[in-house]
């Protein structure tokens, strides 16, 4: 059974730093493009990065550009968002999820980011 | 980037009855492979997104047969033929046919 399981969101000060993590297993970790999404509170889905299943090439919605950096360690079957210069509208739950090539099947239970003083 | 535009944003169904929503793009989403990949969720409350159908008209594994997906280019809608009280929530239709994935606004399904 496919299983992404995020953690590290928290409540974090406008201007503040946090890596947020996605544990998977249950699948070959290592062949598959990643991507994180996110979800305002009572608002809709925005997809926010993507990584390239070796790691080598990553994509960033324009909003995050510059400000978050996601990476993976394949050894660990793990993906990760590092996020810095937090602003109040990062305020979001933050889903990690398997690419399935355009149809992502696969979503972790979300972690929830606040950006808050 | 292709907007997804869905309609209704707000469904009040009677149990039993039909449903459909409607999701338009701005752009066209065939992909260079010749896939279409518009996808459809179902969000209940406190849940992440499940996958009901996914390049268009494939039913996800475990998804009732109540639910069909149909359309093209860039039209495409969600069926429901018969409407059960587990079907309340909000469905977002999604494409991942550009490399940017786009969403669109949610419809809100709940029972009259």
């Known amino acids: 059974e496919v299983q992404l399981v995020e953690s590290g969101g928290r409540l974090v000060q406008p201007g503040g730093s946090l890596r947020l993590s996605c544990a998977a297993s249950?699948?070959?970790?290592?062949?598959?493009?990643m991507d994180w999404v996110r979800q305002d509170p009572g608002k809709g889905l925005v997809w926010v990065s993507r990584?390239?299943?070796?790691?080598?090439?990553?994509t960033y919605a324009d909003f995050v550009k510059g400000r978050f950096t996601i990476s993976r360690d394949n050894a660990k079957n793990t993906v990760y968002l590092q996020m810095s210069s937090l602003r109040v509208e990062d305020t979001a739950v933050y889903y990690c999820?398997?690419?399935?090539?355009?149809?992502?099947?696969?979503w972790g239970q979300g972690t929830l980011v606040t950006v808050s003083s | 980037d292709a907007v997804l535009t869905q309609s209704p944003l707000s469904l009040p169904v009677t149990l039993g009855q039909p449903a459909s929503i409607s999701c338009r793009s701005s752009?066209?989403?065939?992909?260079?492979?010749?896939?279409?990949?518009l996808n459809w969720f179902h969000q209940r409350p406190g849940q992440s997104p499940r996958r009901l159908i996914y390049k268009v008209s494939n039913r996800d594994s475990g998804v009732p047969d109540r639910f069909s997906g149909s359309g093209s280019g860039t039209d495409f809608t969600l069926k429901i033929t018969r409407v059960e009280a587990e079907d309340v929530g909000v469905y977002y239709c999604?494409?991942?046919?550009?490399?940017?994935?786009?969403f669109g606004q949610g419809t809100k399904v709940e029972i009259k």
């Open positions: 249950g699948f070959p970790f290592s062949a598959y493009p």
């Open positions: 999820l398997r690419n399935d090539f355009g149809s992502p099947g696969s």
């Open positions: 999604m494409q991942g046919s550009h490399w940017l994935w786009t």
């Open positions: 752009q066209n989403l065939v992909h260079d492979d010749g896939n279409t990949y």
């Open positions: 990584i390239t299943s070796d790691g080598v090439t990553t």
